[in-house]
């Protein structure tokens, strides 16, 4: 067991792992970052240490709603294949190779297409005249700091450049550098969509908080992104979020698909409103506290399963 | 033929919604192709509803597997991976992730028992068929696949081809959440990108990402403010933000129930007439005008 005072603020890690929560969802916009946010600082303040990583590196919100003071910045690279024409002898064993076409040679002159280039080096181990090397070109960045609001809260943030697109090997940084720091729980505030950004973002987390809302378009996303959960086998709650505001009835949905409704957000104009503008629900209105108890049990109830001292500490922190 | 992308860095904003509804009003006065980009959430088939489509799959890239009885156990495999997609679990078998592997085939290349094939699957598909509003394509990409800027490509270009079969006047564009590589395949060679911004913080950090994305490919932008009234502060730093970088603000409209709710309809909007009834919708057609007149396309509606 780790000692309390470790605990009120977040250390490098010494082979402590927290419990890792993903909050992800198909659809885009249907509230990731609002229950992220909210469920850090409900848990940062009832005494648990908290890191919450954004790793929607495309759009990344999270430090809107709890600014924190940057302490450290890194410069996030990818490698990718870049050739010396003047040793290459236009033998094209490269171009046969790669899988994805990033290589060829034209005009007797080899040209790599960094925007698909994977970086896995095929070219680079294959060329018989040692033409072809390796440099890193960056992708983006990843900053880290203590939140303004609490000292046990600290924030992760991955931010894609403008223009690139190695979203993935951006989010594969940001949680490494989350999984650096010491911590009661991880909180990873996902990409919408279920391609390989979605993926990085949520594998080998210890419980998938999936948040939609009543619509057509939300229960079809919903679909897909158990889908993906499933097939990762982890455990899955879903909250339905501006509950009310449509017909779309979620929960039979999710009957039928043998997972648990594990919390609900009501659809009230004032939530939108403190959004809008920055703020915390679980500040400004009084009874989400409620709605964020609820979905926080679900997840002590998983980590009582899978990290039982974790789920010790977010039921004694929590004052229950 | 003009091209407009619907699009916007922050999820939610109302991206399908509005697409659907240009393509109603569209549909009136010239012959439009519609594309749905967004192939890791396709709503636009939902929305606007989709008779007769004919699909083909989708190829994936290629995907490591081992034949454990011919594996030697050697290792040389992992070491080449630099995906992390090869672990040896604890009695010593070589494992393949089939998540984290890319297909480069570098561990192909180094077994020496020969024990690793590259195999290649579906990994999604891409369809055209009649929806309420005209031709539209669109793909879905199996969960858990990578290449998700790739479907996005070919289904543009299975929308090029049906524009160009039907003589379109307008391929319109329902484009992905975003600004990485699914946006930027969805937005390639088009005339205009009509980003829908919402009035949070979220928002305009968000449209000031897509903007930069759209000055970097040289694109024309006008910006649409979708739930205008939700917050009056959030409108001012939106209408701020675009006053700054000369961007057209060509319409704002308010939060209205009547547009709300068209997504929570499952099956009932493909027939639906946007009127001009309510304020809300009375805006979603100057916005349709104003991009009419951006483009040179008739929108009259």
Known sequence: MRSRAAADRCELADGYAPFILAVASGKGGTGKTLVATNLAVLWADAGLSVLLADCDVEAPNSHLFLPARTDKLTSVESKVARPDSQACNACGTCSDLCAFGAVRILGGTPVVFEEICHGCGVCVSSCPTGAMGECSLRVGEVSTGVAKRSQRLRLVTGRLDIGQVKAPSLIGATREEAERWDADILVLDAPPGVACSAVAAVRHADALLLVTEPTAFGLHDLELSLMLGSDMGLPIGVVVNRDGSGPTDIAEFATAQRVDVVGRIPFDRRIAEVYARGGLIVDELPEATSWLRTISSWIEDVAEGSAPSAADGLRERAGR | MKSVVIASGKGGTGKTTLTALFAHLAAKSCCTVLVDADVEGSNLPIALGVEEASCEDFKGGAKATVDTESCKACGACQTVCRFGAILRDEAGVYVFDQLSCEGCGACARVCKAGAIKMETGAAGSMCAG???????????????????????????????????????????????????????????DTDLLVAIAEPTVSGVHDLARLAELAYRFDLGVAVILNKADLSAEGADWIREFCAERGLPLIAEIPYAPDIAALPTMRFGWRDYEPGTASPGMAAVVSAWRAVGGLIGVDSRA
Do not use: H, N, Q, Y
């Not at chain 2, 199996?142 to 524009?163: H, N, Q, Y």
């Open chain 2, 130 to 188: 009649t929806s309420s509003a005209g031709r539209m394509s669109f793909g879905s990409l199996l969960p858990g696949e990578d290449l998700s800027g790739k479907l996005v490509t070919e289904v543009r270009r299975l929308g090029l081809k049906e524009a160009d079969d039907c003589d379109a006047d307008l391929l319109l564009i329902d484009g992905p959440p975003g600004v990485g590589c699914p946006a930027i395949a969805a937005l390639a």
